[in-house]
């Protein structure tokens, strides 16, 4: 398996409440990937990151932010939760983009936003 | 908004059956394919991958590939019990580079 870890693995918190989630590789791989699964929607793109503090939007953005200061970890923060934030969030790493490379997935955190 | 379409399921196929999951994708220019699956409550994990036209084979699964008709397939045979999952496909979007994933189907191995 590849090394990813997620820290918390559940959440429960409160409307208007920061979250930061954490993901931690100790594989070396260059780009790193926020995901959240809902029923109905699949995996959808939060954000990505390329290298350390290069990071990119993915297709549902809007109200996260990430931060990456060290190849090994990539930090996915609600600024202020909201209850349509609730789902399942993956952390997903490849070694690098592109039509070659494969993703590789962290085992999740279920967040609740009550 | 380029899109992956997978028929969602559940599938039900016997024990010992060759289940046959099928996907289609808008994005012509996409090159890389993978198949990923999902136990419940699990994160998803990596099948195959498949880049050229043809079938590719790794044990009891086949992905096959049109990319003229754009469709790519994932084939079980023998199906187990332990099959019983939900099955992802992922197409990377020529442009950009990023992977734009289905929303699964669900298979459900009959004992």
């Known amino acids: 398996d590849a090394g990813i870890t997620q820290s918390p693995r559940h959440k429960v918190t409160e409307t208007g409440t920061p979250v930061t989630l954490r993901c931690h590789q100790t594989?070396?791989?260059?780009?790193m990937y926020w995901y959240r699964q809902d029923p109905g929607h699949g995996l959808r793109l939060i954000h990505y990151?390329?290298?350390?503090?290069?990071?990119d939007k993915g297709e549902v953005s809007d109200g996260y932010s990430v931060s990456r200061s060290k190849t090994e970890d990539f930090l996915l923060t609600l600024e202020s939760a909201t209850s349509s934030q609730t789902s399942v969030y993956f952390c997903?790493?490849?070694?690098?983009?592109?039509?070659?490379?494969?993703?590789?997935f962290g085992p999740g955190t279920r967040l609740t936003v009550l | 908004q380029k899109e992956v379409e997978q028929n969602s399921g559940p599938l039900s196929v016997p024990e010992g059956a060759i289940a046959s999951l099928n996907c289609t994708y808008s994005?012509?220019?996409?090159?890389?394919f993978f198949w990923y699956r999902q136990y419940s409550g699990k994160s998803p994990e990596l099948i195959m991958f498949?880049?050229?036209?043809g079938d590719k084979e790794d044990g009891r699964f086949t992905a096959q590939l049109n990319k003229a008709s754009q469709y790519v397939s994932l084939l079980i045979r023998d199906s187990q019990p332990s099959d019983s999952a939900t099955y992802l496909c992922?197409?990377?979007?020529?442009?950009?580079?990023?992977?734009?994933f289905g929303k699964g189907t669900r298979l459900h191995i009959l004992p």
């Open positions: 498949i880049y050229s036209n």
């Open positions: 594989e070396n791989h260059r780009y």
């Open positions: 990151s390329y290298g350390v503090k290069d990071t």
């Open positions: 994005d012509r220019g996409s090159q890389s």
């Open positions: 992922a197409v990377n979007e020529a442009r950009d580079d990023k992977i734009i």
């Open positions: 997903a790493i490849s070694e690098s983009s592109g039509t070659a490379d494969t993703q590789y």
